[in-house]
């Protein structure tokens, strides 16, 4: 609320800057990508095809994450521009005032914190996981090189999709429905569980890759991404899309680079 007006004056910006950053993050992701798909060949799994070229995976997510990437723009910044969400810290950059007027470093850092804590307890939880209830692993993953590069990729689209396009939608839709002119906390917690559920069912096909799904590895996938997809959902709606990027990021560091949930 703190500088709605900013938010609306300077949304071309906003939403330029937005899609060019969502294109990147999904351009990041191609390493890792092949290196799943290379993993998946070597180890005899059928029907996974690998181009040969990196630069034909490049034109092709290029692509489509620009079509995509405006889509997701469009819903965050126009569609549910009542739900008072957003890109508030992009929008302050452009209108040339004190950023630290709107968000200061202290939010960033507990923002940091928060994501790292739930970083660790998940990690906590894999270890007990692994020695009452051990998943039956089909392949090796990736290098933790490949899962830093993913860490960034992840961070940014998820944090564009999920939340700036999903979540915000959501929320619009039930506000329409109940016709409020600002969201209340009810509404924005159930856009919040709600987006959670859907970033938790995303990742059961990367799931799928490396772990036979059962019920329960499905459980521990949904549970885990729940947990965590409204830690993400929290940030993003007390603090911006910006920072919510930023703790995804840390946590996935934190989560799979420097822990090793799933060896």
């Known amino acids: 609320m703190k500088n709605k007006e900013e938010k609306k004056n300077y949304r071309w910006q906003t939403a330029f800057s937005v899609l060019i950053l969502f294109v990147i993050g999904s351009l990041i992701n191609i390493p890792f990508s092949r290196e799943v798909k290379r993993l998946n060949i070597e180890a005899g799994i059928p029907n996974v095809r690998l181009s040969n070229s990196i630069f034909d995976d490049v034109i092709t997510i290029g692509i489509s994450s620009l079509i995509l990437g405006a889509i997701l723009v469009f819903i965050g910044l126009w569609v549910a521009s009542?739900?008072?969400?957003?890109?508030?810290?992009?929008?302050?950059?452009?209108?040339?005032?004190?950023?630290?007027?709107?968000?200061d470093w202290k939010t960033i850092l507990s923002s940091i914190v928060l994501s790292i804590i739930v970083a660790l307890i998940l990690l906590g939880l894999f270890?007990?996981?692994?020695?009452?209830?051990?998943?039956?692993?089909?392949?090796?993953?990736?290098?933790?090189?490949?899962?830093?590069?993913?860490?960034?990729?992840?961070?940014?689209s998820e944090e564009i999709m999920f939340r700036l396009g999903l979540m915000s939608l959501i929320i619009a839709i039930i506000q329409f429905i109940r016709k409020v002119e600002s969201p209340s906390n009810k509404i924005v917690w159930s856009g919040i569980i709600i987006s959670a559920l859907f970033f938790g069912l995303i990742h059961l096909p990367l799931s799928k890759n490396f772990?036979?799904?059962?019920?329960?590895?499905?459980?521990?996938?949904?549970?885990?991404?729940?947990i965590t997809g409204s830690t993400f959902g929290w940030i993003f709606w007390k603090r911006g899309l910006l920072v919510a990027i930023i703790a995804h990021i840390v946590f996935d560091l934190v989560f799979h680079v420097i822990g090793t949930p799933f060896t």
């Open 82 to 103: 009542k739900t008072n969400l957003g890109v508030p810290v992009i929008a302050r950059f452009f209108s040339k005032q004190s950023v630290a007027k709107l968000i």
């Open 127 to 156: 270890e007990l996981q692994k020695e009452l209830y051990p998943v039956v692993g089909k392949m090796s993953r990736p290098e933790k090189p490949f899962y830093a590069l993913v860490a960034f990729s992840a961070g940014i």
């Open 211 to 226: 772990v036979e799904l059962s019920p329960f590895s499905i459980g521990v996938t949904m549970v885990g991404n729940l």
